[in-house]
């Protein structure tokens, strides 16, 4: 059965600090795993995207690994703002666009 | 270039009323596809559709629940004779090329059934 899941469920940090998001999947076949953030009552938006072949993305403070041996993958946050509070979604596509596998997200707390 | 749009934002019905959300895609893409969102859960893939034809609909459940994709308008996800398990989160996303390609994000709709 093809799934994601992220953990922690949920994570508090103060403004500044680093933070790692961290996503496992079994998904057959795997095309690519792309992280969302999703604000509270809005749309997810997508921040990196990877294929099998790339092992990391950056996206300004966001950085993503992937590890396709071990199928894992991770979202480090740097430098965190307060506007980093949001949902994290891993999603992972089983070949195509319509075959997308979604995590139940990462909830991020970010305090002043 | 306005992004995805969803109407209405938020939705009230009452059990056995009929529900009817609506997605613009943006501009020049013509793959749609619906999620739902159930409370403290992540999004389940409901169907994709390109204009006119339904490609894939294996996550939309079997009884009371339609979507369609004319060639001018709207995307419509249609739920007949809402029950309160329908209660959710609906998001429509949309991309240029299908596979591959990133898919943009709705706002969503947020059903109540009372």
């Known amino acids: 059965k093809n799934q994601v899941e992220q953990s922690p469920q949920s994570l508090i940090i103060l403004e500044g600090k680093n933070c790692t998001l961290q996503?496992?999947?079994?998904?057959?076949?795997?095309?690519?795993l792309r992280w969302y953030k999703q604000d509270t009552g809005r749309g997810p938006v997508s921040l990196t995207i990877?294929?099998?072949?790339?092992n990391t993305k950056s996206n300004g403070r966001y950085t993503a690994t992937l590890d396709a041996d071990t199928k894992q993958s991770s979202l480090h946050i740097t430098a965190s703002q307060l506007s980093d509070s949001a949902s994290y979604i891993c999603?992972?596509?089983?070949?195509?666009?319509?075959?997308?596998?979604f995590g139940q997200g990462t909830r991020l707390t970010i305090n002043p | 270039n306005a992004g995805v749009m969803q109407n209405p934002r938020h939705l009230v019905r009452r059990r056995g009323q009929e529900a009817r959300l609506r997605c613009s895609p943006m501009k020049g893409h013509s793959h749609v596809y619906w999620y739902r969102q159930l409370p403290e859960e992540g999004l389940k893939f409901m169907v994709y559709l390109q204009k006119e034809n339904i490609i894939d609909e294996s996550g939309m459940p079997k009884e009371r629940f339609s979507a369609e994709f004319p060639k001018e308008g709207p995307s419509i996800l249609r739920i007949q004779q809402v029950v309160r398990g329908d209660s959710a989160a609906y998001f429509c996303?949309?991309?240029?090329?299908?596979?591959?390609?990133?898919?943009?994000f709705g706002p969503g709709t947020r059903l109540t059934v009372l």
């Open positions: 990877m294929t099998f072949s790339e």
């Open positions: 999603v992972v596509s089983a070949g195509g666009a319509q075959k997308l596998v």
């Open positions: 996303a949309s991309s240029g090329q299908g596979s591959t390609d990133t898919q943009y």
């Open positions: 996503c496992n999947y079994t998904v057959s076949p795997f095309s690519n």
